[in-house]
């Protein structure tokens, strides 16, 4: 529906609207959207690759401390990253100051620094926060190559690196497209990070051509665009996972430590700084200026302003983690015990809405849900001289709509991957002991899949709770979540006071990123 609505608004517009988007609007928002997301995939790649291979295949200090160190900064959302080094980077910031006192300098006519608040800037902090991406799609899969056709090439006289370049990165080849699909996909959905930043992406550009030029046309035009994208995006990632066994054929044993490439001297140390740098500018930057604020604001966790938005986010988020877990499950379900084409596309179908940028979904949900409340206002207003007002779209139904569409391919990966550690036979056992179908759901599945539901139940918590760029758009009037807090005091230049609603997302968000590090480090 909300994909229907979209190109319904955008097509039954006046034609003379197309040309002025696609003469005045997309073509600029279009290009610097290309280039944000081109340098951004190049710069996860370089990282992510780089570290992956670094950890999987080579031995060298502090190896099994960095191996999941490196997943740190998926805790950071990528609105929080721009507000932090907005502030570290700033006139008046730690970097800037210590530059001044080192060379003499007084003023900021004195000398040239690197402004955060452009393009490049804006592909810092992107890929600061989303190279884990391909750096978890990436180690696996360096893990799970063995040793096999890199010990021939080296018998056969070639170098680390070439092998690296030559048969590694190549047999990683899926694994990356894959990584890459989701940074860019993440990357096209973000608003905060790029509006505070300055950066006139497509994304942005829906909402600004809606909530401040009062056109829906032709913001549902440019999210038409930016679907064609994402559709794009979209067939690069099924085909790279069509040929992922391309990359591992038959060889899964793990890389064991007694084969990994012993660094040492010179050579070890530049490998500790690869890994380094990038947990450093990733996390450990936007944790020390935020919770340096958040610190000297101690009180504020106690403000009703801040207890509000923690209760709404607490609210919506628990709401969409068991509808979209419930609904998870269903089409899980219907996958394991039904093994018609039907059940596929449905839970093909069913995941399109991870791919939807956030404004583009918040368009697709709000317009049908506001049109079906005036329909049911104006009959009761016109039978019963009753007014309902805005029953769904001005409540927080909207938002946990958006929020069960656009998470439900996670909770369905991480319920399917539960089902599938669960032999077929356990059913069929059940069912010749007397079973029927709905007591072997519920007394022999359903203990067994409590975990991957709870995770599932964590996962979407935890997502909607930093959620943004959909949430802006479709939250009731007087109604802020933590997410929306902090963009509201950032955009009025008051990094300062979203610091402890931030941290609190940040803390939120590491919840997960344990939960990965330690799968890693049961397989370093």
């Not at 990165?169 to 890459?180: E, Y």
């Not at 998870?328 to 084409?341: G, I, K, P, W």
């Not at 909607?464 to 009731?476: D, G, V």
Request: net charge positive; glycine share 8%; charged share 15%.
């Amino acid at each position: 529906m909300p994909i229907a609505a979209i190109f319904v608004i955008g097509f039954s517009a006046d034609p003379e609207n197309w040309r002025h988007m696609m003469t005045n609007v997309i073509p600029r928002a279009g290009v610097r959207t290309f280039w944000l997301l081109f340098f951004t995939g190049l710069a996860t790649a370089v990282v992510g690759i780089g570290c992956a291979w670094l950890v999987a295949a080579c031995e060298f200090p502090f190896r099994r401390f960095l191996s999941p160190a490196l997943v740190l900064p998926l805790a950071i959302p990528s609105y929080l990253a721009a507000y932090a080094f907005g502030e570290f980077l700033d006139f008046t910031g730690p970097v800037q100051s210590a530059y001044r006192a080192v060379f003499g300098f007084t003023s900021a006519r004195d000398y040239d620094f690197f402004d955060v608040k452009s393009l490049p800037g804006a592909v810092l902090v992107m890929s600061a926060v989303l190279y884990p991406y391909v750096y978890l799609a990436c180690r696996s899969m360096f893990l799970m190559q063995g040793r096999a056709a890199a010990d021939v090439a080296r018998t056969l006289g070639s170098s680390p690196l070439r092998v690296f370049a030559r048969i590694q990165v190549p047999m990683a080849r899926p694994a990356i497209m894959i990584g890459l699909t989701l940074v860019m996909m993440e990357t096209l959905n973000d608003i905060g990070a790029v509006e505070y930043l300055g950066v006139q992406t497509l994304t942005f550009s829906v909402y600004d051509t809606w909530l401040n030029r009062g056109s829906l046309a032709g913001a549902a035009q440019i999210a038409c665009v930016m679907l064609l994208i994402v559709a794009g995006l979209l067939v690069v990632e099924r085909m790279a996972r069509r040929r992922q066994r391309f990359s591992s054929h038959k060889t899964t044993a793990i890389v064991p430590d007694a084969v990994r490439l012993r660094l040492t001297g010179m050579k070890a140390w530049l490998a500790v700084l690869f890994c380094l740098v990038p947990i450093l500018v990733g996390f450990v930057v936007p944790v020390f200026v935020l919770g340096g604020f958040a610190l000297r604001r101690v009180e504020e966790f106690f403000e009703p302003r801040l207890l509000d938005a923690l209760w709404h986010s607490t609210l919506v988020s628990s709401a969409a983690a068991v509808i979209t877990v419930l609904l998870a499950f269903v089409l899980s379900y219907a996958a394991r015990t039904d093994r018609s084409r039907l059940a596929k596309a449905a839970g093909r179908l069913a995941s399109l809405g991870y791919g939807i940028p956030g404004t583009v979904l918040g368009i697709g949900v709000l317009i049908p849900l506001a049109s079906f409340d005036n329909a049911v206002d104006g009959w009761l207003r016109q039978s019963f001289g009753i007014s309902t007002g805005l029953l769904l779209s001005g409540t927080g139904f909207a938002i946990v709509y958006a929020y069960t569409v656009r998470f439900l391919t996670m909770a369905e990966g991480t319920i399917d991957a539960g089902f599938q550690k669960l032999s077929p036979h356990l059913d069929m056992a059940a069912r010749t002991l007397g079973r029927s179908g709905l007591q072997t759901l519920r007394q022999v599945l359903l203990p067994n899949l409590r975990p991957a539901v709870l995770t599932a139940a964590l996962l979407v918590f935890i997502e909607t709770l930093k959620e943004l760029s959909a949430t802006i758009l479709l939250r009731p009037f007087n109604f802020n979540t933590l997410a929306t807090l902090v963009y509201e005091d950032a955009s009025r230049g008051m990094a300062q006071d979203a610091s402890v609603a931030a941290m609190i997302i940040i803390a939120a968000g590491l919840i997960p990123v344990i939960l990965v590090s330690r799968s890693l480090d049961e397989r370093r």
